[in-house]
């Protein structure tokens, strides 16, 4: 009892809360603006809070990780742009619920699914963490690629019905993912000779361009012909009513279990877990068809798996000592120099800190809802703002949110071009969330194929147990709708043939 | 008439303030004397938060108080290290200009990229990340001589994990074998985190990564490190031999320094080594390399220039090998 006591009393002293403060501010800022991720945003104030004592210094860093993942959403909700990678699958129902006059439903609702998420994660910390992280060890490359299948198949939900276009749009998403240095040997491949190629595609430039650009450039051409674009004036209700928090009931608990899991498998985070939640909702969802469409079980899955990720990132990290996610990879960096060693023995030699971690995120999600909720009205204010100035402003903070990534106009550029493709695929009713599939998902299944097959051939990963079952899961995934529609044609049909008495 | 007018006298006087504006720079850079008088950028080609960004944070920290201005980091990332290295190659040898120069420096030219050591002017080198090679707690091997007999007698069949395809640790794998006849499986790994976490899980059988990214998991006794790929014993591994003291005489690792475009003035040099002579053994940036688990060096401009040199040489002969 005592180290919780402990952890939890170190917090209340000024500093610390002033900290989280600072950090809560910073961290909603980052979020909303795009481009700029929750990663830089620690890794650049990480360079200030080395000279600050550790549980300051982690006051501010873990308030920024938290509620940046507050802010990412209104860029996402009001103008299809996820402010981060994480609310990528925000944007699915998100923008959907705004265009059609709920964008104030669609904002508290997923303020308060993300709340719930966090909270879920950190209760996992607290109760589990050490069993939890022994089980993330046995993922291995076999296991992480079946893993990574079972996520490729979520291309048909993420197509929104539309499934042979959604697949051309998949198809298009591993083509890109196909960029870059060969996982293994390390040959430039469809690079055309330029070096900024060989990483691959910049990921957070190509889903700002498919995105964002895409719909700007869409609303330039929508409003010369002289359309009336019904601007995002309306905000409706703000508040869920008892209805709609009923509906919220099952989304919630699914995206708490999905993004639980995928926090815990080391360096997934939540852009992943945001589109899972979202795919595994509407499969167990009584309205499948609205999701993509503005229905609020779908954004509340999204952002309660994404935020639940938070909570087993930290706990692989504390845990094993292994970063969760890329934020948690540049935290580890500032830990270490503080003197904190995370791994098994940080909750044997120093159980109050682990709590403590958890206190400050605990207190950061408090304060992150709070102002997510308050802000809201501000927010609004915001898009008073004649739509074209609204849109042109966008553009200008896109294009600086991108160079800012790696300081380089080739992420502009790669943005621009990904922002006419979006904008063809928009016009053609393509839906673009299966290309963001193909390019996170595509160069994973890859690297840890071929990584599996160099260690043990295919054996390694026919008798692993996990992979095996997931792979089969992913089969059932992909055959299950068809045969499913089959046979209720066959019985509408039947029904049909059946003579009326 | 009169808006038109006061419009192009707007345009006129921002034309003649810009104009102005690049003059008074180009003035300041001419003489060399009275450098530094603006501030200096210092280029990373990583991302922020890496362990070379935090060694190049620090540093420049520290400059700063001897040179008297303000050192700006500007991260450029991309092309596993080039885009940046080639954006400081052809940047003005004014000394405004500065980089981080990583071990990747003498590597990419044979990976082919356009990267040349001999497009920088050396300044020093800071850090030193040996490379080590660790097994997982449960593994059979107790001694890099183990290690070693089981590649020997089965060439292919050890699987050692490493960073990324054409990392240092990767190079460092292939030059364990040639240095011992022996022939390891190497597996690239998507960072050094994951690689560790491999080994850690038993995924594979030994993992070739900085001591900064192994000691940790070492000393919670996950990993077993083998050895340490430096010339002298580790303070953050004592237990561990050098792979020397084991009867493998390599020495391996990555490393960083600063350098700056080729064919800086003599007096912008010398300042220049100043500054990162003082910084380099400045306590603050000791401690914190130390406390990251990495090797805080201060090598001067000569000796590390000739370091470079042989590297170059020696990772053109272990890369060639490669193709």
């Not at chain 1, 996402?76 to 998100?94: E, Q, R």
């Not at chain 1, 209760?123 to 992280?133: Q, Y």
């Amino acid at each position: 009892m005592s180290p919780i006591v402990e952890g939890f009393g170190a917090l209340l002293d000024p500093t610390i809360l002033l900290c989280i403060g600072a950090g809560a501010l910073l961290g909603m800022l980052v979020g909303a603006f795009p481009g700029v991720t929750a990663t830089m945003a620690v890794a650049l104030a990480s360079s200030f809070t080395l000279a600050l004592d550790p549980l300051p210094g982690l006051a501010v860093l873990l308030t920024i990780y938290v509620s940046s993942n507050f802010g990412d959403r209104v860029p996402a909700i009001l103008v299809n742009t996820p402010g981060t990678p994480a609310s990528i699958a925000t944007t699915f129902d998100g923008y959907a619920m705004a265009r059609k006059g709920q964008a104030g439903l669609a904002l508290t609702a997923s303020a308060f699914a993300s709340a719930w998420g966090t909270v879920v994660g950190l209760v996992l910390l607290m109760v589990a963490a050490i069993p939890l992280s022994r089980l993330a060890l046995n993922f291995g490359p076999a296991e992480m690629f079946a893993l990574v299948v079972f996520g490729l198949t979520m291309m048909i939900g993420v197509s929104g019905g539309k499934i042979v276009k959604g697949l051309m749009a998949g198809a298009l998403g591993l083509l890109l993912g196909a960029v870059g240095r060969d996982p293994i040997t390390g040959t430039p491949r469809f690079t055309f000779g330029i070096p900024e190629l060989s990483d691959g595609v910049p990921f957070i430039a190509a889903i700002i361009g498919l995105f964002g650009i895409a719909e700007v450039l869409n609303q330039i051409l929508t409003h010369r012909r002289g359309h009336k674009v019904e601007p995002i004036k309306e905000f409706g209700r703000w508040f869920p009513n008892k209805r709609d928090w009923r509906t919220m009931l099952k989304p919630l608990a699914v995206g708490s279990g999905v993004g639980g899991v995928v926090g815990i498998v080391p360096a997934t985070g939540g852009d992943i877990a945001g589109i899972l939640g979202w795919d595994q909702a509407r499969r167990v969802s009584k309205r499948p068809d609205r999701f993509g469409k503005g229905s609020l079980e779908g954004i509340t899955a999204a952002d309660t798996s994404s935020n639940a990720t938070l909570g087993g990132s930290v706990t692989t990290t504390l845990a094993l000592g292994l970063p969760g996610d890329s934020v948690m990879a540049v935290m580890i960096g500032s830990m270490v120099v503080w003197g904190i060693q995370p791994g098994p023995s940080l909750f044997t030699n120093q159980p109050d800190l682990v709590y403590s971690i958890a206190g400050i995120m605990l207190i950061a999600t408090v304060v992150a809802l709070l102002a997510s909720i308050m802000r809201m009205r501000g927010v609004a204010k915001l898009l008073e703002l004649p739509q074209h100035f609204l849109w042109a402003v966008i553009l200008v903070f896109c294009m600086v949110g991108t160079y800012a990534v790696s300081n380089n106009v080739f992420d502009v550029g790669v943005m621009l071009v990904l922002g006419l493709v979006g904008l063809f695929l928009k016009r053609f009713g393509i839906p673009p969330g299966p290309v963001v599939l193909g390019l996170i998902l595509g160069s994973l299944a890859e690297g840890n194929l071929r990584r599996a097959l160099e260690i043990g051939g295919p054996a390694n990963i026919l008798t692993s147990p996990i992979a095996v079952g997931l792979l089969l899961v992913s089969l059932l995934a992909l055959v299950g709708p068809p045969v499913r529609t089959a046979l209720r044609n066959r019985r509408a049909k039947k029904a049909l043939e059946t003579p009326a008495p | 008439m009169r808006p038109t007018f006061f419009k192009l006298a707007a345009v006129a006087t921002g034309a003649v303030l810009l104009t102005a504006g690049c003059a008074d720079r180009g003035g300041v850079t001419e003489d060399s004397s009275e450098y530094p008088s603006e501030d200096v950028t210092l280029v990373v080609p990583y991302d922020a938060g890496g362990a070379s960004d935090l060694a190049a944070r620090t540093l420049a920290a520290e400059m700063e108080e001897t040179l008297g201005q303000s050192i700006i980091v500007e991260n450029r990332s991309g092309g596993a290290g080039s885009v940046g290295l080639e954006y400081l190659a052809g940047r003005p040898a004014d000394g405004y200009t500065i980089g981080y120069l990583p071990v990747e420096t003498v590597m990419l030219g044979h990976q082919g990229y356009d990267v040349d050591p001999a497009d920088y002017d050396l300044i020093g080198q800071m850090v030193s990340v040996p490379a080590t090679v660790a097994v997982p707690a449960d593994s059979p091997y107790e001694t890099l001589d183990d290690l070693v007999e089981a590649a020997k007698e089965d060439p292919g069949s050890i699987t050692v994990s490493n960073s990324g395809a054409g990392s240092i640790w990767e190079a460092a794998t292939t030059e364990l074998g040639n240095a011992t006849g022996s022939e390891f499986k190497p597996v690239p790994f998507d960072g050094g985190a994951p690689a560790v976490t491999a080994a850690v899980g038993g995924q594979v059988d030994a993992v070739v990564a900085g001591i900064s990214e192994t000691a940790p998991s070492h000393s919670e006794g996950q990993l077993r490190v083998l050895a340490v790929f430096d010339s002298e014993p580790s303070e953050s591994l004592p237990d561990v031999q050098t792979a020397a003291e084991q009867g493998v005489d390599v020495t391996i690792g990555g490393w960083g320094g600063i350098g700056a475009p080729a064919g800086l003035p003599e007096d912008v040099l010398q300042k220049l080594e100043e500054a990162f002579a003082a910084a380099a053994d400045s306590e603050e940036f000791t401690t914190i390399i130390s406390d990251s688990g990495n090797i805080p060096v201060n090598v001067p401009a000569a000796e590390y220039a000739q370091f470079v040199e042989d590297e170059h040489k020696r990772f053109g002969e272990l890369l060639g090998n490669q193709d």
